[in-house]
């Protein structure tokens, strides 16, 4: 198979995946949690101010968004 064969399938199965993922969610959120599945979109655009906290003078920023007490998403920068 050449590269740009195995780029396109794996591309299709990435795709695949994601909609079989995205129905499992819906059908968890309806049976489980007795709610509708909807998307939500958080954009995080930026911060300032923050207090320096390792020697060489850097800060690890997180983002943390709790919804009611079901979902807890946490996001950490990569180095």
Do not use: W
């Amino acid at each position: 198979m050449s590269t740009f064969g195995n780029m396109h399938y794996r591309m299709n199965k990435a795709s695949t995946d994601a909609r079989d993922a995205m129905s499992k969610a819906r059908a968890f959120a309806h049976k489980q949690m007795g709610v509708e599945y909807v998307d939500l979109s958080i954009q995080f655009i930026g911060a300032s101010g923050l207090p320096k906290m390792d020697v060489v003078g850097s800060c690890d920023p997180y983002f943390v968004a709790n919804l009611d007490s079901c979902i807890k998403f946490v996001y950490v920068r990569a180095k």
